[in-house]
């Protein structure tokens, strides 16, 4: 879409892209740590992962 | 041409998000974050009984956020007033790189994942805990102490003073006199710290209407709330010590930084007008930070690496 300047909408600055970019790669990093994380707490845990005290 | 040209700043703020990531990461009020991390860390580690260092660093990292994510929230809601003061102008909310409904989704979903997880790793009665201090700095502090009376941030210190209470609970699943001391300790330094700093940013938080001490009753007040409050810290400070949860290193650092609090707090109190008042409120403000850092520091070493190898 923001290829096209002739269609309607906003055209992102070649900064906004550049911001947009790196938004993107942090949510793909954080996604990717979450995915490690819940790894990790299951394989720590092991079938301890359902007991979970008060 | 583009339909750029036709679009207001502002509208084109509210459209298309100007932030990038070290925005968010400073909606998590980093160097807060940092002493969050420290005297969590201390309640971990002080505290009797194990958890896996890995849990123990996970437990730590949901404290963290937790922490991150009601900082904020915080600025989300107080992003009106914290356009009018100098020290919190350049925010990325009021400074216009995040929207206000960026902030508040980030502060959200971070809330609900770090109870979320912490409950996973430690236990609920943390994961608990971490959800009330989220709630208690965000919407008891944020949204009706803090331009509401005086005496916010003496009730909404309970919020910073949460984390080692925090921490104690994620090993032991309970609430003990000790993490209770270690709340204690922070919750009453909290008023003499930041009421040395509104001595000296009070134009800054008029000007805002944020109802802080010197605004409302005056600075010879806040003087003496200070040195009352720094009164009440000194013996609380040696508590570990004297219930013989922390030993002779902690009980002469406490002694130590306590009298250094009262030399200040009475310091502050003589000095009434102009620079050296302003200074003596500057040099309070900077030594309780070295003061809570070293008691925490000198507990975690003593309890956490001396006490564990001998």
New interface residues.
Partial sequence: MVDHPTEAGIVLTPEEKRRQRQRNLAIAFALAGLCVLFWVITIVKGAAILQRPM | M???DD?SSIE?TA???????RD?IALLKPRVMSLVIFTALTGLVVAPGGL?P??AA?SLLCIAVGAGASGALNMWYDADIDALMARTAKRPIPAGRVAPGEALAFGLVLSVLSVL?L???A???AAGLLAFTIFFYAVVYTMWLKRWTPQNIVIGGAAGAFPPMIGWAAVT?SVSIESIVLFLIIFIWTPPHFWALALIKSEDYARAGVPMLPVVCGEDETRRQILLYTLVLAPVGMAPWFLSFAGLAYGLTSLVGGLGMLWLAVDIYRRREGAPARKAAGRMFAFSILYLFALFAVLLVEQGVVARIF
């Fill in positions: 583009s339909l750029v679009t084109r459209l298309v998000s100007q932030a990038e990531p968010f896996h890995v849990l996970i997880v409950g996973l790793v236990n609920w009665l699943g």
